[in-house]
T-cell receptor, first 115, second 116 residues
Framework: GAVVSQHPSRVICKSGTSVKIECRSL??????MFWYRQFPKQSLMLMAT?????????EQGVEKDKFLINHASLTLSTLTVTSAHPEDSSFYIC???????????FGSGTRLTVV | AQSVSQHNHHVILSEAASLELGCNYS??????LFWYVQYPGQHLQLLLK??????LVKGIKGFEAEFIKSKFSFNLRKPSVQWSDTAEYFC??????????????FGTGTLLAVQP
């Protein structure tokens, strides 16, 4: 079945630095990728939608200059948290789909801790 | 805007009890419906999905869900739960926005604890 690899699984960074999270579709072409954020004991909140070769579409309230998304190829999307602060600490999850009819495949998530 | 609501935030059951988790969505157009499960420390896994056809959908591990269009509902059921079903369950809906890419929106989740 479809597999999405997300890396790193855990990262700790200092406040003010930037962190890049990668999301790769291993056995299919991900025409669309989604980035979610999950706070403890809460649901997944959609941050942005990215289509290969296009600019990402951000949800209301998500700072596009802080959360940079690049979807340069059909198998790779990256999320860069710029100038991270402790309030950015969260669980970030990517999801990819080739076509909506095939469903959505999720990565295993990245636990970001900003100290 | 579409939204998804799950009425039960925390459910505690004994083994062999029957389960029904509610899910309602608000969107007037065509939707695709999903149930995901997240076991402790693991990533999301798809339990089942509905795109079209028979509104009663059977998924993995004995789960099923019924799409009732008139009620905007997609409740998840299992006739007899096991301790290994302890997990968090998320209902999710995707809908077209003016022909753009379908966004998958999640409900708040239901934490199920099954007592042996």
């Amino acid at each position: 079945g479809a597999v999405v690899s997300q890396h790193p699984s855990r990262v700790i960074c200092k406040s003010g630095t930037s962190v890049k999270i990668e999301c790769r579709s291993l056995d299919f072409q991900a025409t669309t990728m989604f980035w979610y954020r999950q706070f403890p004991k809460q649901s997944l909140m959609l941050m942005a939608t990215s289509n290969e070769g296009s600019k990402a579409t951000y949800e209301q309230g998500v700072e596009k200059d802080k959360f940079l998304i690049n979807h340069a190829s059909l198998t790779l999307s990256t999320l860069t948290v710029t100038s991270a602060h402790p309030e950015d600490s969260s669980f970030y999850i990517c999801s990819a789909t080739e076509r909506q009819l095939y469903g959505y495949t999720f990565g295993s998530g990245t636990r970001l801790t900003v100290v | 805007a579409q939204s998804v609501s799950q009425h039960n935030h925390h459910v505690i059951l004994s083994e062999a009890a029957s389960l029904e988790l509610g899910c309602n969505y608000s969107y007037g157009g065509t939707v695709n419906l999903f149930w995901y499960v997240q076991y402790p420390g693991q990533h999301l896994q798809l339990l089942l999905k509905y795109f079209s056809g028979d509104p009663l959908v059977k998924g993995i591990k004995g789960f099923e869900a019924e799409f009732i269009k008139s009620k905007f509902s997609f409740n998840l059921r299992k006739p007899s739960v096991q301790w290994s079903d302890t997990a968090e369950y998320f209902c999710a809906v995707s809908a077209l926005y003016g022909g753009a890419t379908n966004k998958l929106i999640f409900g708040t989740g239901t934490l199920l604890a099954v007592q042996p």
